[in-house]
Protein backbone atom coordinates (compact mmCIF):
# COMPACT_ATOMS: atom_id res chain seq x y z
CA UNK A 1 0.00 0.00 0.00
CA UNK A 2 1.24 3.19 -1.01
CA UNK A 3 2.07 5.75 1.51
CA UNK A 4 0.51 9.14 1.71
CA UNK A 5 2.23 12.01 0.12
CA UNK A 6 4.19 14.28 2.93
CA UNK A 7 2.68 17.28 1.84
CA UNK A 8 -1.03 15.93 2.99
CA UNK A 9 -0.19 14.18 5.97
CA UNK A 10 1.76 17.78 7.00
CA UNK A 11 -2.14 19.98 6.03
CA UNK A 12 -3.65 17.24 7.29
CA UNK A 13 -2.04 17.09 11.25
CA UNK A 14 -1.66 20.97 10.97
CA UNK A 15 -5.80 20.91 10.97
CA UNK A 16 -5.75 18.64 13.42
CA UNK A 17 -3.38 20.92 15.20
CA UNK A 18 -5.50 23.78 14.81
CA UNK A 19 -8.80 22.49 15.28
CA UNK A 20 -8.00 20.74 18.72
CA UNK A 21 -10.31 22.43 20.97
CA UNK A 22 -12.98 22.72 18.68
CA UNK A 23 -13.45 19.67 17.46
CA UNK A 24 -13.16 18.03 21.13
CA UNK A 25 -16.09 20.72 21.97
CA UNK A 26 -17.85 19.45 19.04
CA UNK A 27 -17.44 15.52 19.78
CA UNK A 28 -18.90 16.36 22.83
CA UNK A 29 -21.51 17.43 22.10
CA UNK A 30 -22.72 14.51 19.78
CA UNK A 31 -21.86 12.30 22.45
CA UNK A 32 -24.41 13.97 24.64
CA UNK A 33 -26.70 14.14 21.90
CA UNK A 34 -26.90 10.45 21.62
CA UNK A 35 -27.16 9.66 25.26
CA UNK A 36 -29.40 12.89 26.79
CA UNK A 37 -29.95 15.10 23.82
CA UNK A 38 -32.31 14.68 21.13
CA UNK A 39 -33.35 10.97 21.73
CA UNK A 40 -36.73 9.47 21.28
CA UNK A 41 -36.33 7.98 24.47
CA UNK A 42 -36.41 11.26 26.68
CA UNK A 43 -40.11 11.56 24.67
CA UNK A 44 -43.07 12.35 27.14
CA UNK A 45 -46.08 10.39 26.04
CA UNK A 46 -47.88 13.93 24.51
CA UNK A 47 -44.48 14.15 22.34
CA UNK A 48 -44.88 10.66 21.65
CA UNK A 49 -48.17 10.57 20.40
CA UNK A 50 -47.88 13.97 18.07
CA UNK A 51 -44.55 12.56 16.36
CA UNK A 52 -46.35 9.31 14.66
CA UNK A 53 -49.98 10.61 14.89
CA UNK A 54 -50.00 10.65 11.17
CA UNK A 55 -47.61 7.87 10.28
CA UNK A 56 -50.42 5.27 8.98
CA UNK A 57 -48.83 1.84 8.84
CA UNK A 58 -45.90 2.37 10.50
CA UNK A 59 -47.67 4.04 14.12
CA UNK A 60 -46.95 0.43 15.70
CA UNK A 61 -43.88 0.26 15.09
CA UNK A 62 -42.57 3.61 15.53
CA UNK A 63 -44.71 3.52 18.79
CA UNK A 64 -42.90 0.49 20.44
CA UNK A 65 -39.71 2.68 19.90
CA UNK A 66 -37.89 -1.01 19.16
CA UNK A 67 -36.86 -0.03 15.16
CA UNK A 68 -35.06 3.09 13.66
CA UNK A 69 -37.28 5.56 12.83
CA UNK A 70 -35.63 7.51 9.47
CA UNK A 71 -35.81 11.26 9.47
CA UNK A 72 -36.22 12.49 5.74
CA UNK A 73 -35.29 16.00 5.27
CA UNK A 74 -36.38 16.87 1.36
CA UNK A 75 -35.26 19.86 -0.95
CA UNK A 76 -37.70 18.81 -3.04
CA UNK A 77 -39.46 21.34 -5.75
CA UNK A 78 -40.60 20.74 -9.28
CA UNK A 79 -39.28 24.11 -10.51
CA UNK A 80 -35.46 22.93 -10.12
CA UNK A 81 -34.42 20.01 -12.49
CA UNK A 82 -31.72 18.75 -10.29
CA UNK A 83 -34.63 17.79 -7.57
CA UNK A 84 -37.40 17.57 -9.41
CA UNK A 85 -36.79 13.97 -9.24
CA UNK A 86 -37.40 13.93 -5.08
CA UNK A 87 -41.03 14.46 -5.83
CA UNK A 88 -41.40 9.97 -5.18
CA UNK A 89 -38.26 9.91 -3.00
CA UNK A 90 -40.53 9.25 0.18
CA UNK A 91 -42.46 6.66 -0.52
CA UNK A 92 -39.87 4.56 -1.72
CA UNK A 93 -37.89 5.10 1.23
CA UNK A 94 -40.60 4.10 3.12
CA UNK A 95 -40.94 1.00 1.41
CA UNK A 96 -37.45 0.72 1.39
CA UNK A 97 -37.43 1.25 5.01
CA UNK A 98 -39.70 -1.33 5.79
CA UNK A 99 -38.07 -4.26 3.98
CA UNK A 100 -35.38 -4.18 6.44
CA UNK A 101 -37.88 -3.51 10.08
CA UNK A 102 -37.13 0.38 10.10
CA UNK A 103 -39.49 3.47 9.59
CA UNK A 104 -39.30 6.86 8.11
CA UNK A 105 -40.82 9.71 8.20
CA UNK A 106 -40.28 13.31 6.71
CA UNK A 107 -38.91 14.94 8.82
CA UNK A 108 -38.83 18.61 6.92
CA UNK A 109 -38.57 20.28 3.50
CA UNK A 110 -35.60 23.10 3.02
CA UNK A 111 -35.21 25.49 -0.07
CA UNK A 112 -33.80 24.67 -2.84
CA UNK A 113 -32.56 27.79 -4.97
CA UNK A 114 -31.93 27.69 -8.43
CA UNK A 115 -28.56 29.67 -9.43
CA UNK A 116 -29.53 29.06 -13.18
CA UNK A 117 -32.59 31.02 -12.82
CA UNK A 118 -31.65 33.92 -10.74
CA UNK A 119 -27.85 34.28 -12.64
CA UNK A 120 -27.53 37.82 -12.83
CA UNK A 121 -30.55 38.87 -10.93
CA UNK A 122 -32.03 40.40 -7.74
CA UNK A 123 -32.58 37.16 -6.35
CA UNK A 124 -29.11 36.06 -6.94
CA UNK A 125 -28.26 37.96 -3.40
CA UNK A 126 -30.17 35.77 -1.35
CA UNK A 127 -28.36 32.76 -2.77
CA UNK A 128 -24.94 32.44 -0.79
CA UNK A 129 -27.28 33.17 2.96
CA UNK A 130 -30.12 30.37 1.35
CA UNK A 131 -27.31 27.47 2.60
CA UNK A 132 -27.66 29.02 6.25
CA UNK A 133 -31.68 28.79 5.50
CA UNK A 134 -31.06 25.35 4.97
CA UNK A 135 -28.95 24.45 7.78
CA UNK A 136 -31.25 25.94 10.14
CA UNK A 137 -34.22 24.22 8.50
CA UNK A 138 -32.65 20.89 8.72
CA UNK A 139 -31.92 21.78 12.04
CA UNK A 140 -35.15 22.42 12.75
CA UNK A 141 -36.91 19.40 10.65
CA UNK A 142 -33.84 17.34 13.15
CA UNK A 143 -34.97 18.88 16.35
CA UNK A 144 -38.02 16.97 17.01
CA UNK A 145 -35.94 13.78 18.65
CA UNK A 146 -38.22 11.45 16.76
CA UNK A 147 -34.78 9.92 14.48
CA UNK A 148 -32.49 7.65 15.25
CA UNK A 149 -31.27 8.10 11.43
CA UNK A 150 -31.52 10.66 8.85
CA UNK A 151 -31.43 10.88 4.94
CA UNK A 152 -30.61 14.00 2.91
CA UNK A 153 -32.27 14.75 -0.19
CA UNK A 154 -30.51 17.69 -1.84
CA UNK A 155 -27.81 18.28 -4.56
CA UNK A 156 -27.26 21.42 -5.65
CA UNK A 157 -25.10 24.78 -5.07
CA UNK A 158 -26.33 25.57 -1.44
CA UNK A 159 -28.18 23.09 -0.64
CA UNK A 160 -25.58 20.04 -0.06
CA UNK A 161 -23.65 22.27 1.87
CA UNK A 162 -26.65 23.33 4.00
CA UNK A 163 -28.27 20.57 4.68
CA UNK A 164 -24.91 19.27 6.21
CA UNK A 165 -24.17 22.00 8.29
CA UNK A 166 -27.26 21.48 9.71
CA UNK A 167 -26.90 17.66 10.28
CA UNK A 168 -23.87 17.72 11.81
CA UNK A 169 -25.35 19.33 14.84
CA UNK A 170 -27.16 16.01 14.92
CA UNK A 171 -23.54 14.26 14.03
CA UNK A 172 -25.03 11.18 16.66
CA UNK A 173 -26.99 10.40 13.78
CA UNK A 174 -25.93 7.95 10.95
CA UNK A 175 -26.65 10.14 8.35
CA UNK A 176 -26.43 9.12 4.11
CA UNK A 177 -27.42 11.68 1.58
CA UNK A 178 -29.03 10.79 -1.73
CA UNK A 179 -28.47 12.23 -5.22
CA UNK A 180 -30.52 11.95 -8.04
CA UNK A 181 -28.11 12.12 -10.57
CA UNK A 182 -27.68 14.57 -13.89
CA UNK A 183 -29.87 15.15 -16.78
CA UNK A 184 -29.21 13.38 -19.94
CA UNK A 185 -26.32 15.12 -22.02
CA UNK A 186 -27.93 17.72 -24.52
CA UNK A 187 -26.55 20.18 -26.66
CA UNK A 188 -22.51 20.17 -26.93
CA UNK A 189 -21.34 22.57 -24.31
CA UNK A 190 -19.44 24.26 -26.92
CA UNK A 191 -22.01 24.65 -29.19
CA UNK A 192 -23.58 26.42 -25.92
CA UNK A 193 -20.77 28.94 -25.25
CA UNK A 194 -20.39 29.86 -29.18
CA UNK A 195 -24.08 31.35 -29.28
CA UNK A 196 -23.73 32.93 -25.89
CA UNK A 197 -21.06 34.61 -26.93
CA UNK A 198 -22.42 35.79 -30.30
CA UNK A 199 -25.46 37.21 -28.46
CA UNK A 200 -23.07 39.08 -26.01
CA UNK A 201 -21.98 40.37 -29.40
CA UNK A 202 -25.34 41.02 -30.99
CA UNK A 203 -25.15 38.34 -33.71
CA UNK A 204 -27.79 36.46 -32.69
CA UNK A 205 -31.35 37.49 -30.85
CA UNK A 206 -32.95 36.33 -27.72
CA UNK A 207 -34.93 33.62 -29.44
CA UNK A 208 -31.52 31.87 -30.79
CA UNK A 209 -30.40 31.93 -27.24
CA UNK A 210 -32.95 30.39 -25.68
CA UNK A 211 -33.50 27.57 -27.85
CA UNK A 212 -29.83 27.06 -27.56
CA UNK A 213 -29.83 27.20 -23.50
CA UNK A 214 -33.52 24.94 -23.72
CA UNK A 215 -31.39 22.45 -25.57
CA UNK A 216 -28.63 22.10 -22.71
CA UNK A 217 -31.14 22.30 -19.58
CA UNK A 218 -33.89 20.41 -20.99
CA UNK A 219 -34.98 17.72 -18.42
CA UNK A 220 -35.18 16.29 -14.71
CA UNK A 221 -31.88 16.19 -13.03
CA UNK A 222 -28.51 18.26 -12.09
CA UNK A 223 -27.27 20.46 -14.90
CA UNK A 224 -24.85 18.37 -16.62
CA UNK A 225 -21.57 20.69 -16.37
CA UNK A 226 -19.14 20.66 -13.70
CA UNK A 227 -19.89 23.36 -11.62
CA UNK A 228 -20.86 23.70 -7.76
CA UNK A 229 -23.50 21.25 -7.88
CA UNK A 230 -21.99 18.43 -9.39
CA UNK A 231 -18.75 18.78 -7.09
CA UNK A 232 -20.94 19.01 -4.31
CA UNK A 233 -21.58 15.11 -5.29
CA UNK A 234 -17.71 14.43 -6.00
CA UNK A 235 -16.90 15.61 -2.41
CA UNK A 236 -19.87 13.44 -0.75
CA UNK A 237 -18.00 10.93 -2.46
CA UNK A 238 -14.54 11.83 -1.37
CA UNK A 239 -15.92 12.30 2.28
CA UNK A 240 -17.60 8.68 1.96
CA UNK A 241 -20.95 10.21 3.02
CA UNK A 242 -22.84 8.25 -0.68
CA UNK A 243 -23.49 5.11 -1.03
CA UNK A 244 -20.03 4.56 -3.63
CA UNK A 245 -20.60 5.94 -6.87
CA UNK A 246 -23.96 7.19 -6.39
CA UNK A 247 -23.42 10.68 -7.82
CA UNK A 248 -23.67 10.78 -11.60
CA UNK A 249 -26.27 8.01 -12.10
CA UNK A 250 -29.32 9.21 -14.16
CA UNK A 251 -32.63 9.69 -12.72
CA UNK A 252 -35.52 7.13 -13.68
CA UNK A 253 -33.19 4.15 -13.89
CA UNK A 254 -33.14 0.82 -12.47
CA UNK A 255 -29.48 1.59 -10.87
CA UNK A 256 -30.43 5.06 -9.56
CA UNK A 257 -33.80 3.45 -8.08
CA UNK A 258 -31.50 0.31 -6.64
CA UNK A 259 -28.48 2.86 -5.40
CA UNK A 260 -31.62 5.11 -3.53
CA UNK A 261 -32.76 1.77 -1.62
CA UNK A 262 -29.40 0.39 -0.65
CA UNK A 263 -28.80 3.93 1.07
CA UNK A 264 -31.90 3.42 2.81
CA UNK A 265 -30.83 -0.43 4.18
CA UNK A 266 -27.44 0.28 4.91
CA UNK A 267 -28.69 3.71 7.33
CA UNK A 268 -31.05 1.12 9.12
CA UNK A 269 -27.89 -0.89 10.01
CA UNK A 270 -25.74 1.50 11.27
CA UNK A 271 -27.61 2.68 14.34
CA UNK A 272 -26.32 3.11 17.94
CA UNK A 273 -28.05 0.35 19.03
CA UNK A 274 -25.91 -1.66 15.88
CA UNK A 275 -22.33 -3.25 15.80
CA UNK A 276 -21.40 -0.85 13.25
CA UNK A 277 -22.45 2.71 14.58
CA UNK A 278 -21.40 4.80 12.13
CA UNK A 279 -22.29 8.84 13.35
CA UNK A 280 -21.99 11.45 10.88
CA UNK A 281 -20.19 13.78 13.60
CA UNK A 282 -17.39 10.84 13.00
CA UNK A 283 -17.35 10.26 9.52
CA UNK A 284 -17.06 13.54 8.82
CA UNK A 285 -13.63 14.47 10.75
CA UNK A 286 -10.38 16.22 9.53
CA UNK A 287 -9.33 13.56 7.25
CA UNK A 288 -12.24 13.44 5.23
CA UNK A 289 -12.60 17.45 4.88
CA UNK A 290 -8.70 17.43 3.55
CA UNK A 291 -10.25 14.42 1.02
CA UNK A 292 -12.89 16.87 -0.21
CA UNK A 293 -9.91 19.03 -0.32
CA UNK A 294 -8.34 16.84 -2.63
CA UNK A 295 -11.03 15.54 -4.91
CA UNK A 296 -11.55 19.64 -5.88
CA UNK A 297 -8.26 19.84 -6.98
CA UNK A 298 -8.17 16.82 -8.67
CA UNK A 299 -11.38 17.37 -10.73
CA UNK A 300 -10.63 21.36 -11.13
CA UNK A 301 -13.80 21.69 -9.22
CA UNK A 302 -16.00 24.94 -8.51
CA UNK A 303 -14.24 27.51 -6.77
CA UNK A 304 -17.43 27.80 -4.58
CA UNK A 305 -16.21 25.24 -2.40
CA UNK A 306 -13.33 27.54 -0.90
CA UNK A 307 -16.30 29.47 0.95
CA UNK A 308 -18.52 25.80 1.26
CA UNK A 309 -15.67 23.83 3.02
CA UNK A 310 -14.35 25.48 5.76
CA UNK A 311 -18.20 26.32 6.57
CA UNK A 312 -19.15 22.61 6.46
CA UNK A 313 -15.72 22.00 8.68
CA UNK A 314 -17.00 24.84 10.88
CA UNK A 315 -20.06 23.02 11.75
CA UNK A 316 -17.95 20.25 12.78
CA UNK A 317 -15.16 21.80 14.85
CA UNK A 318 -12.57 21.39 11.98
CA UNK A 319 -10.80 24.80 11.02
CA UNK A 320 -9.40 24.80 7.28
CA UNK A 321 -8.19 28.24 5.32
CA UNK A 322 -7.18 28.68 1.45
CA UNK A 323 -3.76 28.05 2.63
CA UNK A 324 -4.59 24.60 3.35
CA UNK A 325 -6.36 24.82 -0.11
CA UNK A 326 -3.37 25.63 -1.74
CA UNK A 327 -0.87 23.36 -0.78
CA UNK A 328 -3.01 20.65 -1.37
CA UNK A 329 -2.87 21.99 -4.95
CA UNK A 330 0.42 22.13 -5.17
CA UNK A 331 0.83 18.33 -5.18
CA UNK A 332 -2.42 17.13 -6.27
CA UNK A 333 -2.31 16.29 -10.11
CA UNK A 334 -5.52 17.20 -12.30
CA UNK A 335 -6.54 13.93 -13.57
CA UNK A 336 -10.24 14.93 -14.88
CA UNK A 337 -11.50 17.48 -17.69
CA UNK A 338 -15.16 17.78 -17.35
CA UNK A 339 -16.74 21.28 -18.77
CA UNK A 340 -15.74 24.39 -18.78
CA UNK A 341 -12.52 22.35 -18.14
CA UNK A 342 -13.32 20.31 -21.10
CA UNK A 343 -15.12 19.41 -23.90
CA UNK A 344 -17.81 16.64 -22.28
CA UNK A 345 -19.94 16.40 -19.61
CA UNK A 346 -20.45 14.48 -16.20
CA UNK A 347 -22.04 11.68 -18.08
CA UNK A 348 -19.06 11.71 -20.29
CA UNK A 349 -17.17 11.75 -17.64
CA UNK A 350 -19.18 9.20 -15.76
CA UNK A 351 -19.01 6.73 -18.49
CA UNK A 352 -15.44 7.59 -18.65
CA UNK A 353 -14.82 5.65 -15.39
CA UNK A 354 -16.28 8.70 -13.27
CA UNK A 355 -15.63 9.44 -9.77
CA UNK A 356 -14.80 5.68 -9.04
CA UNK A 357 -11.21 5.71 -11.29
CA UNK A 358 -10.75 8.83 -9.64
CA UNK A 359 -10.51 7.97 -5.98
CA UNK A 360 -9.29 4.34 -6.97
CA UNK A 361 -6.08 6.56 -8.96
CA UNK A 362 -5.72 8.95 -6.28
CA UNK A 363 -5.59 5.98 -3.61
CA UNK A 364 -3.14 3.89 -5.11
CA UNK A 365 -1.10 7.40 -5.73
CA UNK A 366 -0.97 7.85 -1.98
CA UNK A 367 -3.15 11.19 -2.28
CA UNK A 368 -5.95 10.40 -0.84
CA UNK A 369 -6.60 9.23 3.02
CA UNK A 370 -8.16 5.58 2.77
CA UNK A 371 -8.87 5.22 6.60
CA UNK A 372 -11.62 7.40 6.87
CA UNK A 373 -14.94 6.01 8.29
CA UNK A 374 -17.43 6.14 5.39
CA UNK A 375 -21.15 5.37 5.65
CA UNK A 376 -20.77 2.38 3.50
CA UNK A 377 -17.60 0.63 4.08
CA UNK A 378 -14.59 -0.23 6.47
CA UNK A 379 -12.86 2.56 4.78
CA UNK A 380 -12.21 4.81 1.18
CA UNK A 381 -11.22 1.72 -0.67
CA UNK A 382 -14.69 0.43 -2.09
CA UNK A 383 -15.80 3.87 -3.04
CA UNK A 384 -12.77 3.42 -6.00
CA UNK A 385 -15.49 0.77 -7.67
CA UNK A 386 -18.65 1.42 -9.57
CA UNK A 387 -22.33 0.38 -9.31
CA UNK A 388 -23.81 -2.74 -11.82
CA UNK A 389 -26.89 -4.57 -11.78
CA UNK A 390 -26.32 -8.40 -12.21
CA UNK A 391 -29.46 -10.32 -12.62
CA UNK A 392 -31.37 -6.93 -11.10
CA UNK A 393 -29.00 -7.32 -8.09
CA UNK A 394 -26.97 -4.49 -7.17
CA UNK A 395 -23.07 -4.75 -7.12
CA UNK A 396 -19.83 -2.94 -7.22
CA UNK A 397 -16.87 -4.20 -9.75
CA UNK A 398 -13.48 -2.35 -10.19
CA UNK A 399 -12.92 0.03 -12.27
CA UNK A 400 -11.07 -0.47 -15.39
CA UNK A 401 -8.57 2.11 -17.13
CA UNK A 402 -9.71 5.39 -18.51
CA UNK A 403 -12.44 4.52 -21.17
CA UNK A 404 -11.40 8.08 -22.73
CA UNK A 405 -8.38 9.47 -22.02
CA UNK A 406 -9.57 12.60 -23.34
CA UNK A 407 -11.97 12.99 -20.33
CA UNK A 408 -10.13 11.15 -17.55
CA UNK A 409 -6.68 10.07 -16.83
CA UNK A 410 -4.45 8.21 -14.45
CA UNK A 411 -2.29 9.84 -11.59
CA UNK A 412 0.73 9.09 -13.98
CA UNK A 413 -0.05 10.61 -16.87
CA UNK A 414 -2.33 13.59 -15.76
CA UNK A 415 -3.90 16.54 -17.05
CA UNK A 416 -1.60 18.85 -15.43
CA UNK A 417 0.75 17.92 -12.30
CA UNK A 418 -1.08 20.41 -10.02
CA UNK A 419 -4.44 20.87 -8.95
CA UNK A 420 -7.27 23.46 -10.36
CA UNK A 421 -7.21 26.12 -8.14
CA UNK A 422 -4.03 29.06 -6.67
CA UNK A 423 -4.27 31.51 -3.35
CA UNK A 424 -3.17 35.35 -4.88
CA UNK A 425 -2.25 37.39 -2.01
CA UNK A 426 -0.63 40.96 -1.77
CA UNK A 427 -1.65 44.28 -0.58
CA UNK A 428 -5.21 43.80 -2.65
CA UNK A 429 -5.83 40.83 0.28
CA UNK A 430 -6.32 37.42 -0.57
CA UNK A 431 -8.46 35.48 -3.11
CA UNK A 432 -8.31 32.21 -5.32
CA UNK A 433 -8.51 31.85 -8.74
CA UNK A 434 -9.69 28.52 -10.74
CA UNK A 435 -7.12 27.32 -13.36
CA UNK A 436 -7.68 24.63 -14.54
CA UNK A 437 -9.85 25.69 -17.69
CA UNK A 438 -7.35 29.14 -18.39
CA UNK A 439 -4.82 28.71 -20.82
CA UNK A 440 -1.27 28.57 -18.52
CA UNK A 441 -0.26 32.34 -21.14
CA UNK A 442 -2.91 33.89 -19.42
CA UNK A 443 -2.28 32.93 -15.47
CA UNK A 444 -1.06 36.17 -15.49
CA UNK A 445 -2.25 39.24 -16.45
CA UNK A 446 -1.12 42.87 -16.01
CA UNK A 447 -3.29 46.04 -16.86
CA UNK A 448 -4.97 48.96 -15.96
CA UNK A 449 -8.01 48.51 -13.83
CA UNK A 450 -11.86 49.02 -14.76
CA UNK A 451 -13.60 49.69 -11.66
CA UNK A 452 -17.11 49.36 -11.59
CA UNK A 453 -19.90 48.64 -8.52
CA UNK A 454 -22.57 46.63 -9.92
CA UNK A 455 -22.17 43.51 -13.06
CA UNK A 456 -24.82 45.64 -14.82
CA UNK A 457 -22.43 48.28 -15.68
CA UNK A 458 -19.81 46.30 -16.85
CA UNK A 459 -21.91 45.36 -19.28
CA UNK A 460 -23.10 48.21 -20.23
CA UNK A 461 -19.15 49.18 -20.75
CA UNK A 462 -18.71 45.94 -22.76
CA UNK A 463 -21.38 47.14 -25.34
CA UNK A 464 -20.22 50.63 -25.80
CA UNK A 465 -16.83 49.35 -26.42
CA UNK A 466 -15.17 50.95 -23.36
CA UNK A 467 -13.54 47.91 -22.82
CA UNK A 468 -11.70 47.04 -25.88
CA UNK A 469 -8.18 47.02 -24.32
CA UNK A 470 -6.30 45.13 -22.26
CA UNK A 471 -8.04 45.55 -19.00
CA UNK A 472 -8.43 43.89 -15.52
CA UNK A 473 -12.14 44.32 -14.69
CA UNK A 474 -12.62 44.97 -11.14
CA UNK A 475 -15.94 44.53 -9.83
CA UNK A 476 -16.58 45.31 -5.77
CA UNK A 477 -19.02 45.63 -2.96
CA UNK A 478 -20.27 42.46 -4.19
CA UNK A 479 -19.06 40.43 -0.71
CA UNK A 480 -21.22 38.58 1.76
CA UNK A 481 -21.51 42.07 3.77
CA UNK A 482 -22.49 44.10 1.09
CA UNK A 483 -24.53 42.55 -0.80
CA UNK A 484 -25.07 38.66 0.09
CA UNK A 485 -22.02 37.71 -2.38
CA UNK A 486 -23.83 37.21 -5.86
CA UNK A 487 -22.18 35.10 -8.48
CA UNK A 488 -21.30 36.87 -11.15
CA UNK A 489 -21.80 34.61 -14.08
CA UNK A 490 -23.05 36.44 -16.84
CA UNK A 491 -20.00 38.84 -16.72
CA UNK A 492 -18.65 35.84 -18.39
CA UNK A 493 -19.23 35.96 -22.47
CA UNK A 494 -18.56 39.52 -22.23
CA UNK A 495 -15.24 38.89 -20.67
CA UNK A 496 -14.45 35.92 -23.14
CA UNK A 497 -15.34 37.99 -26.29
CA UNK A 498 -12.52 40.66 -25.31
CA UNK A 499 -10.25 37.93 -24.45
CA UNK A 500 -11.07 36.52 -28.00
CA UNK A 501 -10.67 39.63 -29.33
CA UNK A 502 -6.94 39.37 -28.17
CA UNK A 503 -6.85 41.61 -25.31
CA UNK A 504 -5.49 40.53 -22.06
CA UNK A 505 -8.52 40.60 -19.49
CA UNK A 506 -9.14 39.42 -16.06
CA UNK A 507 -11.46 39.92 -13.50
CA UNK A 508 -10.77 41.27 -10.18
CA UNK A 509 -13.62 41.04 -7.34
CA UNK A 510 -14.64 40.77 -3.75
CA UNK A 511 -17.71 38.70 -5.05
CA UNK A 512 -18.42 34.95 -6.45
CA UNK A 513 -17.40 33.68 -10.08
CA UNK A 514 -19.81 30.93 -11.30
CA UNK A 515 -19.07 27.34 -10.34
CA UNK A 516 -18.95 26.99 -14.08
CA UNK A 517 -15.93 29.61 -14.63
CA UNK A 518 -13.77 28.82 -16.97
CA UNK A 519 -10.85 30.35 -19.88
CA UNK A 520 -11.17 34.42 -18.36
CA UNK A 521 -9.09 34.45 -15.60
CA UNK A 522 -10.80 35.27 -12.21
CA UNK A 523 -9.36 36.33 -9.05
CA UNK A 524 -12.29 35.96 -6.45
CA UNK A 525 -13.71 35.83 -3.32
CA UNK A 526 -10.75 38.72 -2.30
CA UNK A 527 -10.68 39.48 0.77
CA UNK A 528 -11.43 41.72 3.00
CA UNK A 529 -14.54 42.79 0.66
CA UNK A 530 -14.92 46.81 -0.23
CA UNK A 531 -17.72 47.07 2.35
CA UNK A 532 -15.72 47.82 5.94
CA UNK A 533 -12.48 49.11 4.07
CA UNK A 534 -10.76 46.28 2.13
CA UNK A 535 -8.10 47.30 0.26
CA UNK A 536 -9.95 46.78 -3.04
CA UNK A 537 -12.01 49.59 -2.26
CA UNK A 538 -8.83 51.96 -3.04
CA UNK A 539 -8.35 50.85 -6.72
CA UNK A 540 -8.92 53.60 -9.29
CA UNK A 541 -9.51 53.61 -12.94
CA UNK A 542 -6.47 53.48 -14.55
CA UNK A 543 -4.37 51.68 -11.50
CA UNK A 544 -2.25 48.93 -12.56
CA UNK A 545 -2.81 45.25 -11.62
CA UNK A 546 -1.56 42.45 -11.32
CA UNK A 547 -2.55 39.40 -11.12
CA UNK A 548 -0.96 36.29 -11.49
CA UNK A 549 -1.51 32.41 -10.70
CA UNK A 550 1.94 31.34 -11.24
CA UNK A 551 3.63 33.75 -8.85
CA UNK A 552 0.74 33.48 -6.22
CA UNK A 553 0.33 37.23 -6.32
CA UNK A 554 -2.81 39.58 -6.74
CA UNK A 555 -1.63 43.49 -6.22
CA UNK A 556 -1.87 47.22 -7.21
CA UNK A 557 1.08 48.78 -8.82
CA UNK A 558 0.57 51.84 -7.03
CA UNK A 559 3.65 53.29 -5.08
CA UNK A 560 2.93 52.69 -1.57
CA UNK A 561 2.60 56.41 0.23
CA UNK A 562 0.02 57.21 -2.41
CA UNK A 563 -1.52 53.99 -1.74
CA UNK A 564 -1.94 54.30 1.88
CA UNK A 565 -3.57 57.58 2.12
CA UNK A 566 -6.03 57.02 -0.16
CA UNK A 567 -9.43 57.06 1.11
CA UNK A 568 -12.18 54.21 1.00
CA UNK A 569 -15.49 55.12 -1.90
CA UNK A 570 -19.13 55.34 -0.27
CA UNK A 571 -20.81 51.98 -0.99
CA UNK A 572 -23.33 51.59 -2.46
CA UNK A 573 -27.30 51.93 -0.82
CA UNK A 574 -28.18 48.44 0.53
CA UNK A 575 -30.23 45.64 -1.49
CA UNK A 576 -33.81 46.03 -1.16
CA UNK A 577 -36.44 44.20 -3.02
CA UNK A 578 -37.37 40.53 -4.07
CA UNK A 579 -36.70 39.40 -0.37
CA UNK A 580 -33.06 40.58 0.06
CA UNK A 581 -33.53 42.82 2.81
CA UNK A 582 -34.97 40.20 5.07
CA UNK A 583 -31.30 38.97 4.44
CA UNK A 584 -30.20 42.03 6.30
CA UNK A 585 -28.94 40.03 9.05
CA UNK A 586 -26.69 37.44 7.60
CA UNK A 587 -25.11 40.65 5.65
CA UNK A 588 -24.53 42.75 9.27
CA UNK A 589 -22.66 40.09 10.94
CA UNK A 590 -20.96 37.36 7.92
CA UNK A 591 -17.26 36.89 8.67
CA UNK A 592 -15.04 36.45 5.88
CA UNK A 593 -15.37 34.09 2.71
CA UNK A 594 -12.61 32.46 3.84
CA UNK A 595 -14.37 31.37 6.57
CA UNK A 596 -17.20 30.40 5.31
CA UNK A 597 -18.69 33.64 4.78
CA UNK A 598 -21.72 32.69 7.71
CA UNK A 599 -23.52 35.25 10.08
CA UNK A 600 -24.86 31.95 11.70
CA UNK A 601 -21.52 29.65 12.21
CA UNK A 602 -19.90 33.03 13.43
CA UNK A 603 -22.34 33.88 16.40
CA UNK A 604 -22.39 30.05 16.86
CA UNK A 605 -18.37 30.45 17.91
CA UNK A 606 -19.21 32.98 19.65
CA UNK A 607 -21.08 31.15 22.13
CA UNK A 608 -18.48 28.57 23.15
Known amino acids: MTDLHPTIAKVTE ?64 DMLSAHQPYGRYPEQIKIAAREVGATAQVAGGVPAMCDGVTQ ?129 VNPGTKLRTELTRAAVHRVASIGWDSEDYRPLGHCVDEKAIVNAMIGLMATGGSTNQAIHLPAIARAAGIS ?32 AGGISFVIRELLDAGLLHRDIMTVARADLTDYGKEPVLENEALTWKDVPESRDENMLRPASNPFQPDGGMKLLQGNLGRCVMKVSAVDKERWTIEAPAAVFHDQDDVLRAFKAGELE ?40 TDGRMSGASGKVPAAIHLSPEALGGGPIGRLRDGDMVRVCAESGVVEALVEAAEWDAREQPSAPPPPYDTGRELFALFRHHSDLAEQGASAMLAAMESEL
Open 14 to 77: RIVERSRLRRRHYLDLIERGRDAGTNRAQLSCGNLAHGFAASGEDKPVIRTGQAMNIGIVTAYN
Open 120 to 248: GQAGMDLSLFSRDTIAMGTAVALSHAMFEGALLLGICDKIVPGLLIGALRFGHLPTILIPAGPMPSGLANKEKVRIRQLYAEGKVGREELLESESASYHGAGTCTFYGTANSNQMMMEMMGLHMPAASF
Open 320 to 351: IDWTDLAEISDVVPLLARVYPNGSGDVNHFHA
Open 469 to 508: RDVVVVVRFQGPRANGMPELHKLTPALGVLQDRGFKVALL
